[in-house]
Protein backbone atom coordinates (compact mmCIF):
# COMPACT_ATOMS: atom_id res chain seq x y z
CA UNK A 1 0.00 0.00 0.00
CA UNK A 2 1.24 3.37 -0.72
CA UNK A 3 2.28 5.48 2.17
CA UNK A 4 2.19 9.70 2.67
CA UNK A 5 3.29 12.07 5.23
CA UNK A 6 1.37 15.35 5.46
CA UNK A 7 2.73 17.71 7.64
CA UNK A 8 0.29 20.53 8.56
CA UNK A 9 -3.32 20.25 8.91
CA UNK A 10 -4.75 23.94 7.61
CA UNK A 11 -7.01 23.42 4.99
CA UNK A 12 -4.97 22.15 2.63
CA UNK A 13 -3.15 19.62 4.31
CA UNK A 14 -6.02 18.20 5.90
CA UNK A 15 -8.16 18.28 2.33
CA UNK A 16 -4.74 15.85 0.89
CA UNK A 17 -4.72 13.63 4.36
CA UNK A 18 -8.39 12.69 3.68
CA UNK A 19 -8.27 12.73 -0.90
CA UNK A 20 -4.98 10.36 -0.10
CA UNK A 21 -6.96 7.85 2.53
CA UNK A 22 -10.10 7.71 0.38
CA UNK A 23 -8.16 6.67 -2.86
CA UNK A 24 -6.52 3.45 -0.15
CA UNK A 25 -3.33 5.16 1.02
CA UNK A 26 -1.89 4.85 4.23
CA UNK A 27 -1.97 8.36 5.54
CA UNK A 28 0.08 10.28 8.39
CA UNK A 29 -0.83 13.57 8.89
CA UNK A 30 1.16 15.55 11.56
CA UNK A 31 0.53 18.83 13.39
CA UNK A 32 1.66 20.67 15.47
CA UNK A 33 -1.40 22.43 17.25
CA UNK A 34 -5.29 21.68 17.09
CA UNK A 35 -6.46 21.67 13.25
CA UNK A 36 -8.35 24.66 13.24
CA UNK A 37 -6.13 26.24 16.17
CA UNK A 38 -5.88 30.73 15.44
CA UNK A 39 -2.25 30.62 14.39
CA UNK A 40 -3.57 29.35 11.18
CA UNK A 41 -4.59 30.94 7.45
CA UNK A 42 -7.67 28.56 7.49
CA UNK A 43 -8.65 29.75 11.03
CA UNK A 44 -10.11 32.48 9.68
CA UNK A 45 -14.31 32.41 10.13
CA UNK A 46 -14.88 32.84 6.89
CA UNK A 47 -13.25 32.54 3.52
CA UNK A 48 -15.30 33.39 -0.14
CA UNK A 49 -15.50 31.12 -2.63
CA UNK A 50 -15.68 32.45 -6.28
CA UNK A 51 -14.32 31.85 -9.74
CA UNK A 52 -13.47 34.65 -11.79
CA UNK A 53 -10.10 35.49 -11.71
CA UNK A 54 -9.18 38.12 -14.50
CA UNK A 55 -8.19 36.46 -17.80
CA UNK A 56 -7.02 33.51 -16.12
CA UNK A 57 -8.60 30.47 -16.78
CA UNK A 58 -6.72 27.27 -14.49
CA UNK A 59 -8.15 28.97 -11.09
CA UNK A 60 -11.63 29.41 -12.12
CA UNK A 61 -12.06 25.61 -13.34
CA UNK A 62 -10.60 24.48 -9.88
CA UNK A 63 -12.71 26.64 -7.67
CA UNK A 64 -15.97 25.55 -9.87
CA UNK A 65 -15.01 21.73 -9.59
CA UNK A 66 -14.35 22.98 -5.55
CA UNK A 67 -17.98 23.63 -5.15
CA UNK A 68 -19.15 20.39 -6.26
CA UNK A 69 -16.22 19.02 -3.96
CA UNK A 70 -17.53 21.46 -0.36
CA UNK A 71 -20.86 20.21 -1.54
CA UNK A 72 -20.29 16.20 -1.44
CA UNK A 73 -18.58 17.27 1.97
CA UNK A 74 -21.33 18.69 3.18
CA UNK A 75 -23.30 15.50 2.35
CA UNK A 76 -20.68 13.41 3.88
CA UNK A 77 -20.80 15.33 7.15
CA UNK A 78 -23.77 16.62 7.36
CA UNK A 79 -23.04 20.28 8.07
CA UNK A 80 -23.43 23.22 6.07
CA UNK A 81 -19.89 24.47 5.45
CA UNK A 82 -20.56 26.51 2.20
CA UNK A 83 -23.57 29.43 2.00
CA UNK A 84 -23.91 29.87 -1.82
CA UNK A 85 -24.99 34.00 -0.62
CA UNK A 86 -23.79 34.92 -4.31
CA UNK A 87 -21.11 37.66 -5.16
CA UNK A 88 -20.61 41.07 -6.64
CA UNK A 89 -17.33 42.14 -8.02
CA UNK A 90 -17.86 46.18 -8.27
CA UNK A 91 -16.11 46.99 -11.47
CA UNK A 92 -15.16 50.79 -12.36
CA UNK A 93 -14.10 50.09 -15.83
CA UNK A 94 -16.21 48.80 -18.34
CA UNK A 95 -13.28 46.96 -19.86
CA UNK A 96 -11.10 46.22 -17.28
CA UNK A 97 -10.50 42.92 -14.73
CA UNK A 98 -13.83 42.09 -14.44
CA UNK A 99 -15.05 42.40 -17.70
CA UNK A 100 -12.01 39.73 -18.61
CA UNK A 101 -13.20 37.73 -15.62
CA UNK A 102 -16.57 37.61 -17.51
CA UNK A 103 -15.57 36.76 -20.76
CA UNK A 104 -13.58 33.28 -19.21
CA UNK A 105 -16.76 32.48 -17.01
CA UNK A 106 -18.73 32.54 -19.68
CA UNK A 107 -16.44 30.40 -21.64
CA UNK A 108 -16.11 28.22 -19.04
CA UNK A 109 -19.86 27.85 -18.86
CA UNK A 110 -19.70 29.20 -15.08
CA UNK A 111 -22.86 31.40 -14.40
CA UNK A 112 -22.70 34.87 -13.80
CA UNK A 113 -24.14 38.02 -15.28
CA UNK A 114 -23.75 41.56 -15.28
CA UNK A 115 -25.64 43.81 -13.54
CA UNK A 116 -26.70 47.35 -13.70
CA UNK A 117 -25.13 49.03 -10.83
CA UNK A 118 -28.28 50.22 -9.95
CA UNK A 119 -30.07 46.49 -9.98
CA UNK A 120 -27.23 45.74 -7.54
CA UNK A 121 -27.64 48.44 -4.91
CA UNK A 122 -31.20 46.81 -4.72
CA UNK A 123 -30.03 43.69 -4.41
CA UNK A 124 -27.46 45.06 -1.80
CA UNK A 125 -29.10 47.42 0.57
CA UNK A 126 -26.77 50.28 1.15
CA UNK A 127 -24.31 49.56 -1.69
CA UNK A 128 -23.16 52.84 -3.34
CA UNK A 129 -22.49 52.06 -6.79
CA UNK A 130 -22.21 55.54 -8.73
CA UNK A 131 -18.78 55.21 -9.85
CA UNK A 132 -19.31 51.97 -10.86
CA UNK A 133 -19.56 50.78 -14.74
CA UNK A 134 -21.85 47.53 -13.97
CA UNK A 135 -21.71 44.51 -11.30
CA UNK A 136 -20.02 41.11 -12.26
CA UNK A 137 -22.64 38.54 -10.25
CA UNK A 138 -21.70 35.28 -9.35
CA UNK A 139 -24.91 34.00 -8.52
CA UNK A 140 -22.84 30.68 -7.25
CA UNK A 141 -20.52 31.95 -5.73
CA UNK A 142 -20.40 32.07 -1.81
CA UNK A 143 -19.32 31.87 1.57
CA UNK A 144 -17.54 28.99 3.13
CA UNK A 145 -17.64 27.97 7.30
CA UNK A 146 -13.76 28.16 7.12
CA UNK A 147 -12.38 27.15 10.65
CA UNK A 148 -15.22 24.92 11.61
CA UNK A 149 -14.67 23.05 7.44
CA UNK A 150 -10.75 22.81 8.75
CA UNK A 151 -11.88 21.19 11.71
CA UNK A 152 -14.62 18.94 9.94
CA UNK A 153 -12.11 17.66 7.11
CA UNK A 154 -9.26 16.64 9.93
CA UNK A 155 -12.01 15.01 11.66
CA UNK A 156 -13.57 13.27 8.52
CA UNK A 157 -9.59 12.28 7.79
CA UNK A 158 -9.47 10.85 11.17
CA UNK A 159 -12.77 8.60 10.48
CA UNK A 160 -10.84 7.56 6.86
CA UNK A 161 -8.24 6.11 9.00
CA UNK A 162 -5.54 8.55 8.78
CA UNK A 163 -3.17 8.76 11.50
CA UNK A 164 -3.30 12.19 13.48
CA UNK A 165 0.02 12.96 14.93
CA UNK A 166 0.56 16.31 17.56
CA UNK A 167 4.25 17.18 16.82
CA UNK A 168 6.45 19.65 15.23
CA UNK A 169 7.70 18.17 12.28
CA UNK A 170 11.45 19.10 10.46
CA UNK A 171 12.88 17.43 7.93
CA UNK A 172 14.66 14.28 8.24
CA UNK A 173 17.81 14.19 6.59
CA UNK A 174 17.32 14.14 2.67
CA UNK A 175 14.97 11.26 1.78
CA UNK A 176 11.27 11.11 2.58
CA UNK A 177 10.90 11.25 6.35
CA UNK A 178 9.72 13.77 9.14
CA UNK A 179 11.42 13.86 12.45
CA UNK A 180 8.24 14.65 14.31
CA UNK A 181 8.86 15.52 18.00
CA UNK A 182 12.16 13.28 17.96
CA UNK A 183 9.91 10.10 16.44
CA UNK A 184 11.04 9.83 12.72
CA UNK A 185 8.16 8.92 10.73
CA UNK A 186 9.05 7.76 6.67
CA UNK A 187 6.90 7.17 3.91
CA UNK A 188 6.79 6.79 -0.02
CA UNK A 189 6.21 10.52 0.09
CA UNK A 190 6.07 13.68 2.24
CA UNK A 191 4.04 16.50 1.66
CA UNK A 192 5.10 19.58 3.64
CA UNK A 193 1.63 21.76 3.53
CA UNK A 194 3.10 24.30 6.30
CA UNK A 195 1.32 27.50 5.36
CA UNK A 196 3.24 30.60 6.56
CA UNK A 197 5.84 28.49 8.52
CA UNK A 198 7.26 26.79 5.22
CA UNK A 199 9.47 29.70 4.53
CA UNK A 200 11.47 29.27 7.53
CA UNK A 201 11.31 25.36 7.56
CA UNK A 202 13.06 25.46 3.81
CA UNK A 203 14.58 28.29 3.42
CA UNK A 204 16.93 27.60 0.33
CA UNK A 205 13.29 26.58 -1.60
CA UNK A 206 10.41 28.31 0.15
CA UNK A 207 12.59 31.47 1.02
CA UNK A 208 11.10 33.89 -1.53
CA UNK A 209 7.65 33.48 0.16
CA UNK A 210 6.81 36.40 2.28
CA UNK A 211 4.21 36.31 5.08
CA UNK A 212 2.34 39.35 6.15
CA UNK A 213 -0.15 40.31 8.59
CA UNK A 214 -3.66 40.22 7.60
CA UNK A 215 -6.09 42.31 9.83
CA UNK A 216 -10.48 41.27 8.78
CA UNK A 217 -13.22 43.15 10.07
CA UNK A 218 -16.83 42.65 10.98
CA UNK A 219 -19.25 45.49 11.50
CA UNK A 220 -22.33 45.30 13.00
CA UNK A 221 -25.43 45.66 10.87
CA UNK A 222 -29.23 46.43 11.21
CA UNK A 223 -31.54 43.72 11.80
CA UNK A 224 -33.03 43.63 8.26
CA UNK A 225 -29.90 43.08 6.99
CA UNK A 226 -29.09 40.18 8.25
CA UNK A 227 -31.46 37.60 6.83
CA UNK A 228 -31.63 36.29 4.09
CA UNK A 229 -27.72 36.48 3.89
CA UNK A 230 -26.64 39.36 1.74
CA UNK A 231 -24.27 38.73 -1.19
CA UNK A 232 -20.09 38.20 -0.62
CA UNK A 233 -18.57 41.03 -2.54
CA UNK A 234 -14.88 42.12 -3.74
CA UNK A 235 -13.44 45.44 -5.13
CA UNK A 236 -10.36 44.14 -7.25
CA UNK A 237 -9.31 48.13 -8.29
CA UNK A 238 -10.38 49.71 -4.51
CA UNK A 239 -8.54 46.03 -3.20
CA UNK A 240 -11.21 45.57 -0.59
CA UNK A 241 -13.74 42.52 -0.01
CA UNK A 242 -16.29 40.78 2.68
CA UNK A 243 -19.60 39.18 2.40
CA UNK A 244 -23.27 40.16 4.40
CA UNK A 245 -23.89 39.19 8.04
CA UNK A 246 -23.55 35.27 8.24
CA UNK A 247 -24.42 33.31 11.64
CA UNK A 248 -24.70 36.64 13.80
CA UNK A 249 -21.26 37.93 13.25
CA UNK A 250 -21.64 41.13 11.14
CA UNK A 251 -20.44 41.89 7.73
CA UNK A 252 -17.21 41.25 6.75
CA UNK A 253 -15.28 44.19 5.21
CA UNK A 254 -12.26 43.92 4.67
CA UNK A 255 -8.81 45.38 2.85
CA UNK A 256 -6.84 42.86 0.72
CA UNK A 257 -3.79 44.73 0.59
CA UNK A 258 -0.80 42.87 2.12
CA UNK A 259 0.46 44.42 5.52
CA UNK A 260 3.29 44.32 7.07
CA UNK A 261 5.91 41.46 7.69
CA UNK A 262 4.03 39.07 9.69
CA UNK A 263 5.69 35.75 11.98
CA UNK A 264 2.47 33.15 12.49
CA UNK A 265 4.16 32.22 16.15
CA UNK A 266 5.27 35.45 17.77
CA UNK A 267 2.97 37.54 16.16
CA UNK A 268 0.13 39.14 18.16
CA UNK A 269 -3.26 39.03 17.03
CA UNK A 270 -5.08 42.30 18.34
CA UNK A 271 -5.98 44.01 14.75
CA UNK A 272 -4.60 47.50 14.68
CA UNK A 273 -5.91 50.86 14.36
CA UNK A 274 -4.90 52.36 11.07
CA UNK A 275 -6.25 48.65 9.43
CA UNK A 276 -9.82 49.42 11.19
CA UNK A 277 -9.28 52.86 9.88
CA UNK A 278 -8.94 51.58 6.22
CA UNK A 279 -12.03 49.32 6.80
CA UNK A 280 -14.61 52.30 7.46
CA UNK A 281 -12.30 54.67 4.86
CA UNK A 282 -13.96 52.13 1.95
CA UNK A 283 -17.70 51.51 3.98
CA UNK A 284 -17.81 55.11 3.68
CA UNK A 285 -17.08 55.00 -0.07
CA UNK A 286 -18.73 51.48 -0.74
CA UNK A 287 -21.26 51.37 2.26
CA UNK A 288 -21.73 54.92 3.82
CA UNK A 289 -24.51 54.14 6.12
CA UNK A 290 -21.93 51.55 7.57
CA UNK A 291 -19.20 53.81 8.48
CA UNK A 292 -20.00 54.69 12.19
CA UNK A 293 -21.11 50.75 12.60
CA UNK A 294 -19.38 48.86 15.60
CA UNK A 295 -16.78 46.17 15.01
CA UNK A 296 -18.36 43.27 16.44
CA UNK A 297 -16.02 40.74 15.67
CA UNK A 298 -12.23 41.29 14.55
CA UNK A 299 -9.15 38.74 13.42
CA UNK A 300 -6.01 38.83 12.66
CA UNK A 301 -4.77 36.27 9.87
CA UNK A 302 -1.53 36.01 7.78
CA UNK A 303 -1.25 35.54 3.93
CA UNK A 304 2.12 33.50 2.58
CA UNK A 305 2.66 34.97 -0.45
CA UNK A 306 4.70 34.46 -4.00
CA UNK A 307 5.76 37.13 -5.87
CA UNK A 308 3.05 36.32 -8.55
CA UNK A 309 0.25 35.19 -6.50
CA UNK A 310 1.02 31.44 -7.83
CA UNK A 311 1.30 28.16 -5.18
CA UNK A 312 3.91 26.30 -4.70
CA UNK A 313 3.92 22.12 -5.83
CA UNK A 314 7.12 20.93 -5.99
CA UNK A 315 9.16 18.53 -5.29
CA UNK A 316 12.07 19.50 -3.89
CA UNK A 317 14.04 15.74 -2.89
CA UNK A 318 12.73 11.90 -3.89
CA UNK A 319 9.14 12.02 -2.59
CA UNK A 320 9.76 15.09 -1.09
CA UNK A 321 7.00 17.52 -2.12
CA UNK A 322 6.51 21.22 -0.58
CA UNK A 323 2.53 22.54 -1.49
CA UNK A 324 2.64 26.60 -0.08
CA UNK A 325 2.74 30.33 -1.39
CA UNK A 326 -1.13 30.10 -1.03
CA UNK A 327 -1.00 34.05 -1.52
CA UNK A 328 -4.10 34.51 0.03
CA UNK A 329 -6.46 32.58 -2.68
CA UNK A 330 -6.01 29.03 -1.35
CA UNK A 331 -8.84 28.21 1.05
CA UNK A 332 -12.26 27.80 -1.74
CA UNK A 333 -9.81 25.38 -3.23
CA UNK A 334 -8.67 23.04 -1.08
CA UNK A 335 -11.16 19.90 -1.67
CA UNK A 336 -10.33 19.93 -5.20
CA UNK A 337 -6.52 21.08 -5.37
CA UNK A 338 -6.28 18.20 -2.88
CA UNK A 339 -7.12 16.00 -5.39
CA UNK A 340 -5.13 17.67 -7.90
CA UNK A 341 -2.30 16.89 -5.85
CA UNK A 342 -3.28 13.26 -5.13
CA UNK A 343 -2.62 12.21 -8.79
CA UNK A 344 1.07 14.43 -8.98
CA UNK A 345 1.82 12.11 -5.56
CA UNK A 346 0.80 9.19 -7.46
CA UNK A 347 2.94 9.62 -10.51
CA UNK A 348 -0.38 10.26 -13.14
CA UNK A 349 -0.02 13.83 -13.87
CA UNK A 350 2.99 16.29 -13.56
CA UNK A 351 2.32 19.51 -11.76
CA UNK A 352 1.68 23.07 -13.78
CA UNK A 353 5.08 24.55 -14.46
CA UNK A 354 3.45 27.73 -12.66
CA UNK A 355 3.79 26.25 -9.52
CA UNK A 356 7.24 25.26 -9.76
CA UNK A 357 10.60 26.56 -7.63
CA UNK A 358 11.86 28.99 -10.51
CA UNK A 359 12.09 32.72 -9.78
CA UNK A 360 8.62 34.85 -9.50
CA UNK A 361 8.30 38.18 -11.17
CA UNK A 362 5.72 40.30 -9.48
CA UNK A 363 2.30 39.90 -11.00
CA UNK A 364 -1.52 40.92 -10.20
CA UNK A 365 -4.89 39.38 -10.87
CA UNK A 366 -5.27 36.70 -8.62
CA UNK A 367 -6.72 38.31 -5.84
CA UNK A 368 -7.59 42.10 -6.19
CA UNK A 369 -5.20 45.13 -7.47
CA UNK A 370 -4.12 46.02 -3.93
CA UNK A 371 -0.54 45.26 -2.49
CA UNK A 372 2.69 46.30 -1.77
CA UNK A 373 4.74 43.97 -2.29
CA UNK A 374 7.29 45.17 -5.38
C1 LIG B 1 -7.33 37.44 5.89
C2 LIG B 1 -7.37 36.31 4.90
C3 LIG B 1 -8.42 36.21 4.02
C4 LIG B 1 -8.47 35.17 3.10
N1 LIG B 1 -9.55 35.07 2.26
C5 LIG B 1 -9.65 34.01 1.44
C6 LIG B 1 -10.81 33.84 0.66
O1 LIG B 1 -11.75 34.64 0.74
N2 LIG B 1 -10.89 32.76 -0.14
C7 LIG B 1 -9.88 31.86 -0.22
O2 LIG B 1 -10.02 30.91 -0.98
N3 LIG B 1 -8.76 31.99 0.52
C8 LIG B 1 -8.63 33.04 1.35
N4 LIG B 1 -7.52 33.19 2.13
C9 LIG B 1 -6.43 32.23 1.99
C10 LIG B 1 -6.66 30.96 2.77
O3 LIG B 1 -7.03 31.23 4.10
C11 LIG B 1 -5.38 30.14 2.71
O4 LIG B 1 -5.03 29.99 1.34
C12 LIG B 1 -5.50 28.77 3.32
O5 LIG B 1 -6.13 28.82 4.57
C13 LIG B 1 -4.09 28.18 3.42
O6 LIG B 1 -4.16 26.95 4.08
P1 LIG B 1 -2.86 26.15 4.40
O7 LIG B 1 -3.31 24.79 4.81
O8 LIG B 1 -1.89 26.25 3.28
O9 LIG B 1 -2.14 26.91 5.62
P2 LIG B 1 -2.50 26.99 7.17
O10 LIG B 1 -3.96 27.01 7.37
O11 LIG B 1 -1.73 28.12 7.76
O12 LIG B 1 -1.97 25.63 7.76
C14 LIG B 1 -0.61 25.33 7.90
C15 LIG B 1 -0.49 24.39 9.08
O13 LIG B 1 0.81 23.83 9.12
C16 LIG B 1 1.13 23.64 10.50
N5 LIG B 1 2.58 23.50 10.61
C17 LIG B 1 3.49 24.38 10.17
N6 LIG B 1 4.72 23.93 10.41
C18 LIG B 1 4.58 22.73 11.04
C19 LIG B 1 5.50 21.78 11.52
N7 LIG B 1 6.83 21.96 11.43
N8 LIG B 1 5.02 20.66 12.10
C20 LIG B 1 3.68 20.46 12.23
N9 LIG B 1 2.76 21.34 11.77
C21 LIG B 1 3.22 22.46 11.17
C22 LIG B 1 0.61 24.91 11.16
O14 LIG B 1 0.46 24.75 12.56
C23 LIG B 1 -0.70 25.10 10.42
O15 LIG B 1 -1.77 24.50 11.12
C24 LIG B 1 -7.43 34.23 3.05
C25 LIG B 1 -6.36 34.33 3.94
C26 LIG B 1 -6.33 35.36 4.86
C27 LIG B 1 -5.18 35.44 5.82
Given at each position: ???????????WGASLALRLADEGWTVTLVEQYAPGHIRQASAGETRLLRCAHGSDDWYPRLAWQARDAWRKLEQRTGEELYVESGLMWFAR????WEARSARVLERLHIPCELLDPAEAARRFPGLRGDDLAFVLWEPNAGVLRARRATQVIARLAGAAGVRQVRARAVPYGRGAGVVADGEVLTADRVVWA???????LFPHEAGHVEVTRQDTFHFGVPRDWTTPPLPAFCDYDLAAYGHGDLDGMGMKVTGDAEGEPYDPESGGRR?????EEQARAYLARRFPSLVGAPVVFSQVCQYALTRDAEWIVAEIDDGVWLLGGESGHGFKHAPALAGYVAEILDGAREPEARFGLHERRTARGLRTSGGTLS
Open positions: MKSAIVVGAGIDPDGCGAWLPRVLRHT
